[in-house]
């Protein structure tokens, strides 16, 4: 069956500071990693989503100097929150799929905690 | 932008009642949904996905959908207590390659 694992799952940060989170594929191939935030409202917002062999797009709020991603392969995805602020608080969470559009197969998710 | 609105925010129904909940896309360009499921704690968990007009049922989940309002609802019979959960409605747009996810609804099933 289809797994993502992602990792870390929780990492506390000091203000500035800056985590990176890693999303890893298993059994078929993360053509697709889509990256979301869910807020501690449980919002869910796109922060960007990730084709292999294609530029990255980042939503409107999102930007790469912020929120750097690596996709260099059908299995692996990274993704950096750089200079965390309290506004960064919340799960991260990565969406791969093997068919761009079709359904997400999800990481436990990378909760960032920033003190 | 695409924007996703589910409700009710909330919900409590009884064990063994029917929990109804709503989702609907201000995109006229969507033409995909998803039902997700998320514990506490826990990733998102795809239930069901429907693209075309009408209904699908598996098992005591029924997803219902009307292209011509773009709103998708589901409806879970029976409701036990582990069906307690955040239920996202998420929504692609046909020449996208992305979901897009409303703010969810928080069921609770009570014995």
């Known amino acids: 069956g289809a797994l993502v694992y992602q990792y870390p799952r929780r990492t506390i940060c000091k203000s500035g500071t800056s985590m990176r989170m890693e999303c890893q594929a298993v059994?078929?191939?993360?053509?697709?990693v889509a990256w979301y935030r869910q807020s501690p409202q449980k919002t869910f917002e796109l922060i960007a989503l990730?084709?292999?062999?294609?530029?990255?797009?980042?939503e409107q709020n999102f930007t790469q100097e912020k929120f750097p991603i690596s996709h260099p392969n059908l299995s692996f995805s990274s993704m950096t929150v750089l200079n965390a602020y309290l506004e960064d608080r919340g799960l991260y969470l990565c969406?791969?799929?093997?068919?761009?559009?079709?359904?997400?197969?999800f990481g436990e998710g990378s909760r960032l905690i920033v003190v | 932008q695409q924007k996703v609105q589910q409700s009710p925010e909330s919900l409590i129904v009884p064990e063994g009642g029917m929990a109804s909940l709503n989702c609907t896309s201000s995109?006229?360009?969507?033409?995909y949904f998803w039902w997700y499921r998320q514990h506490s704690g826990k990733s998102p968990k795809m239930l069901m996905?429907?693209?075309?007009?009408g209904e699908k049922e598996e098992g005591r989940f029924t997803v219902h959908l009307n292209k011509a309002s773009l709103h998708t609802s589901l409806h879970i019979r029976d409701s036990q207590p582990s069906d307690s959960a955040l239920y996202l409605c998420?929504?692609?747009?046909?020449?996208?390659?992305?979901?897009?996810f409303g703010t969810g609804t928080k069921l609770q099933v009570v014995p």
């Open positions: 059994g078929f191939q993360a053509t697709s």
């Open positions: 996905s429907i693209f075309s007009n």
């Open positions: 995109d006229r360009n969507v033409d």
């Open positions: 990730s084709t292999v062999n294609s530029a990255i797009k980042y």
């Open positions: 969406g791969a799929t093997h068919r761009a559009g079709n359904t997400l197969y």
């Open positions: 998420a929504a692609r747009r046909n020449s996208g390659t992305y979901q897009r």
